[in-house]
C-alpha cells in the first residue's frame, strides 16, 4: 500500500496570517495551488497556524464587501488536521472525506514535510 510521502507534495506554498486575502490569492494563483499554509512568521517560521483556501477566499469575498484586504488570519481554517508521511493512501482518503478537506499538511515526526490533496492521491491511485 502506497504511503502519503509517495505521492504528497513538498513545495509547499506559505503565507503569513498578516498577509491580505488578496496578496495570498495572488500567491495561489500563480503557484496553481488550491491552497496555502500558513506559517508563524513572528514565533517560530515553522509553527504551522492555519491553512488557507479556495473555499476561504470564497467566503472571505462572499461575506464582506472589503475581505480582500482583510487577514488571511481571519478567514483561514486554524490548527488544521494533519497526517504523518508514514499513514496510508487509505487513511488519507478517509481523513479528508470525512473532514471535509480537500488538502492535509503532512507532518514527520512533528515537523511539516508537504501537504497531500485530493488531486495528489487520484494520480497516486492511478498509477
Known amino acids: 500500500m502506497p504511503k502519503i510521502r509517495d505521492v504528497m507534495s513538498t513545495e509547499l506554498v506559505t503565507v503569513s496570517p498578516r498577509a491580505s486575502v488578496a496578496e495570498a490569492a495572488a500567491i495561489m494563483s500563480a503557484r496553481h ?72 499538511p503532512v507532518t514527520e515526526n512533528g515537523a511539516l514535510v508537504g501537504i497531500i490533496s485530493l488531486r495528489d492521491l487520484s494520480r497516486g491511485n492511478a498509477d
Open 33 to 104: 495551488v488550491g491552497s496555502a499554509i500558513v506559517l508563524d512568521d513572528e514565533e517560530d517560521a515553522e509553527a504551522l497556524v492555519g491553512i488557507f483556501t479556495e473555499r476561504d477566499i470564497l467566503h472571505a469575498l462572499a461575506s464582506d464587501f472589503d475581505a480582500a484586504a482583510h487577514a488571511v488570519a481571519e478567514w483561514m481554517s486554524k490548527d488544521p488536521a494533519t497526517i504523518d508521511a508514514e499513514a496510508s493512501v487509505t487513511e488519507a482518503l478517509d481523513r479528508l472525506l470525512a473532514g471535509g478537506f480537500r488538502h492535509l
